[in-house]
């Protein structure tokens, strides 16, 4: 059974670079092929694709987010990360970090998710 | 930019059968997934490939699509049903973006 486990400070300045990783386990990262995303919920509101990336690097942005964020993988520590920089409160946020699949037709599915971690952007 | 466009809300009595609609002018070209979200947990899959059950969801829940809509049927909803639904799927712009539904709060009582 695949778990992912989101980590990260829970409070980021304005301005800076907000940092979580996740880590996998159950399985390896490298195995299989799945893609590592990272989905965002402002509270109360509704859920956010940031981006994915695949173990061989390539990655996928949200255009609107995707001058600020950066996703990376570390295979040797079965682990996937997120930055996304200049933050401000409307970056304030549950981040879950899930496993992706691929149906074909240009088209992904979420089957994993980690338990969400919350970050609030504030001075 | 695309958007996937669901209601805000439905609701029904125990038993009835709710559903959900998600319309987005690429669901022609692209499946559709459809995820249950309840207060304070994570998403959960309950159809994929706009028809397709995972393993351990309820018979109860099926989904279907056409043209430019995709539906999510719960036939018989329990109150345990209750909760946020969203669809998801991905642009046609080549991008390869990942969008969600803006959700629909089911209520069953």
């Known amino acids: 059974q695949v778990q992912l486990q989101e980590s990260g400070p829970g409070l980021v300045k304005p301005s800076q670079t907000l940092s979580l990783t996740c880590t996998v386990s159950?399985?390896?990262?490298?195995?299989?092929?799945?893609?590592w995303s990272w989905i965002r919920q402002p509270a109360g509101k509704g859920l956010e694709w940031i981006g994915r990336?695949?173990?061989?690097?390539?990655?996928n942005y949200n255009p609107s987010l995707k001058s600020r964020v950066t996703i990376s993988v570390d295979t040797s520590k079965n682990q996937f990360s997120l930055k996304l920089s200049s933050v401000t409160a409307a970056d304030t946020a549950v981040y879950y970090c899930?496993?992706?699949?691929?149906?074909?037709?240009?088209?992904?599915?979420?089957?994993?998710w980690g338990q969400g971690t919350l970050v609030t952007v504030s001075s | 930019s695309y958007e996937l466009t669901q209601p805000p809300s439905v609701s029904v009595s125990p038993g009835q059968t709710a559903r959900i609609t998600c319309s987005g002018d690429?669901?022609?070209?692209?499946?559709a997934y459809w995820y249950q979200q309840k207060s304070g947990q994570a998403p959960v899959l309950v159809i994929y490939?706009?028809?397709k059950r995972p393993s351990g969801i309820p018979e109860r829940f099926s989904g279907s699509s056409s043209g430019t809509m995709a539906t999510l049927t719960i036939s018989g909803a329990q109150v345990e049903d209750e909760a946020d639904y969203y669809c998801?799927?991905?642009?046609?712009?080549?991008?390869?973006?990942?969008?969600f539904g803006g959700g629909t709060k089911l209520t069953v009582l």
């Open positions: 998801y799927s991905t642009d046609s712009s080549g991008n390869h973006r990942g969008v």
């Open positions: 990336i695949y173990t061989s690097g390539s990655t």
């Open positions: 159950g399985g390896s990262i490298s195995s299989g092929s799945y893609y």
């Open positions: 690429a669901l022609p070209k692209k499946y």
């Open positions: 490939e706009d028809s």
């Open positions: 899930a496993r992706e699949g691929y149906s074909g037709y240009d088209s992904y599915y979420f089957d994993y």
